[in-house]
Each structure stands twice: as structure tokens, then as C-alpha cells.
């Protein structure tokens, strides 16, 4: 099922099965108590980011291409930092570059698959993991590097933390129409230019791998949001660097989810 959350023209807030061209057959319940098919279509007003996570982790050079690009060496262990849930951003809605970045261009594009645990997860085996995911969608993780490098004292998570750096979207895809994470292409694409190219293969610890340890000693709740890394092509990477800047186009595409589009704003 291909999962979305919208609000509708009378300005309710709604989940459909997405059926295209800004429409979507209405669902009553919610991605943890389990849906019920009304068989009503209904217009899709605006999109929301298919699910409000209540804890977001990502992970830091996850992809060997990436690693290879930054001269960071493969980790033993996953990079884990957090987002707070207020960098929550829609399909189509801004990325607000902050006031504070002050030194320049800074801020960064990162295509990433996201995965949303469906129930409630802790000492999961890597065998098992899969089952407990409820969905996949397509992330964006914001950055804003100078802050993340020299802001936080050595720490990531002022540099990914402000408001609108975690866009997801289009739409949450269920796992039964994913059994294989490993096996999508991931992109980014900005104002139509194609920046990262990278596939999930790549990926050092693998969406099984990850939920078996995160979950160690630690209770994953449903709604929680994990974001897997990003492939090589980012722009601090590139000589010379290229960073968002006010009114550009970032797209997401990761094959069988879609493609989640935002605009850029100077906060």
C-alpha cells in the first residue's frame, strides 16, 4: 500500500491510499492501530509527510561511496546522532536556510531512505528486524555543515536540527511492497541537475543491521524514523562545494517510494 497523509480541501487532516494525480481512496485508523478502507476517493489538498515520527535517528557515513568521498575511513560501528521531531518538513513546503548561518553558504542535501518501525522493537535479532518495520519513505537530511563540523562541540546535532531540515514524502510505501531495502536506487536532484546517484546495496550496515542495534537495550516505539545515510555526491564533497541557496529545487527520487520535492527559502 502506498500510504498518504494530506490535508483536504475542507481543511482536514486525512490518510488515503495514494491512487496519483492528487487523489487517494480515504482511510479510517492510523498507520498503529491499522487502516479500514472506506472506499471513498477524496482530493488531496496539500501533502504531509506521511508520518509524525516520535523519535528520528540517522546514521552517519552509511554508504562506502560516501565514506570514500569525505576521506573518512568505513566505520566499525554505525555514526548514530538524533533530530529533534520539530525539523519535521512536508512534501512541496520550504527548506528555510537559518538567519544564523551568518559565514556564508553552508547548507546540504542528503537523499536518504527512511524506515518507520511499526511496533514496538527492543533486542530485535537482525533475522527478525524487517518485521518490524512498518513502511518506507523518502528523507532529506538537512545539514548545515560549518555548524554541524564547529557549531556543537564536536557533536552533529546542532547542525542538523534546525526548522524544516527533515522533509519526508511523498508517500509512506508498506514492506510488504519492499521485501528487499537493499535494492533501490537513491538520488538527489537539484534544480534538475542529478547530484547523488547511489543504490542501497552500498549501504555498510544494512536496514536489518541497523534495527537490530539500535534496538539493543532500547525500545524503538512505533512512529519511530530512522534514516539510513546518504550515497556519495553531496555537496561539501564537490570542488568546488555546492551548497542550497535561496530559490533553489531540491528532489529526493528513490525508486518505488517516488519523489519528494522542496523549494529553498532565505530564513
Known amino acids: 500500500m502506498r500510504i498518504t497523509r494530506f490535508v483536504s480541501p475542507d481543511n482536514e487532516i486525512m490518510y488515503g491510499e495514494d491512487e496519483g494525480e492528487e487523489r487517494a481512496l480515504l482511510l479510517e485508523g492510523d498507520p498503529w492501530r491499522g487502516f479500514k478502507t472506506t472506499g471513498r476517493r477524496v482530493v488531496i489538498g496539500e501533502r504531509l509527510a506521511p508520518v509524525e515520527p516520535v523519535n528520528i535517528f540517522c546514521i552517519g557515513l552509511n554508504y562506502r561511496a560516501h565514506a570514500e568521498e569525505t576521506g573518512a575511513s568505513l566505520p566499525e560501528n554505525p555514526v548514530i546522532f538524533m533530530k529533534p521531531t520539530t525539523t519535521l518538513n512536508h512534501p512541496q513546503q520550504e527548506i528555510v536556510l537559518p538567519a544564523c548561518c551568518k559565514h556564508g553558504p553552508e547548507v546540504d542535501f542528503e537523499a536518504e531512505l527512511a524506515v518507520v518501525i511499526g511496533r514496538r522493537a527492543r533486542n530485535v535479532s537482525e533475522e527478525d528486524a524487517l518485521d518490524y518495520v512498518f513502511g518506507y519513505t523518502c528523507a532529506n537530511d538537512v545539514s548545515a555543515r560549518r555548524w554541524q563540523k564547529h557549531g556543537g ?23 510488504e511492497e519492499i521485501s528487499d531495502p537493499q535494492t533501490l536506487k537513491v538520488e538527489s536532484i537539484l534544480n534538475g541537475k542529478v547530484m547523488q546517484q547511489g543504490h542501497t546495496s552500498d549501504m555498510i550496515f544494512p536496514v536489518a543491521r541497523l534495527i537490530h542495534l539500535l534496538s539493543q537495550d532500547t525500545t524503538l516505539l512505533p512512529g519511530t524514523l530512522i534514516l539510513t545515510g546518504t550515497p556519495a555526491g553531496v555537496g561539501f564533497a564537490r570542488k568546488p562545494p555546492v551548497y542550497l541557496a535561496d530559490g533553489d529545487r531540491i528532489e529526493i527520487r528513490i525508486s518505488g517510494i517516488g519523489a519528494l520535492v522542496n523549494p529553498v527559502v532565505q530564513g
Do not use: H
Not at 562541540?153 to 524544516?164: E, I, N, R, T
Open 153 to 175: 562541540g564536536g557533536q552533529w546535532v546542532k547542525g542538523k536540527s534546525f526548522d524544516s531540515f527533515c522533509p519526508l514524502g511523498p508517500v509512506l510505501v508498506t514492506a
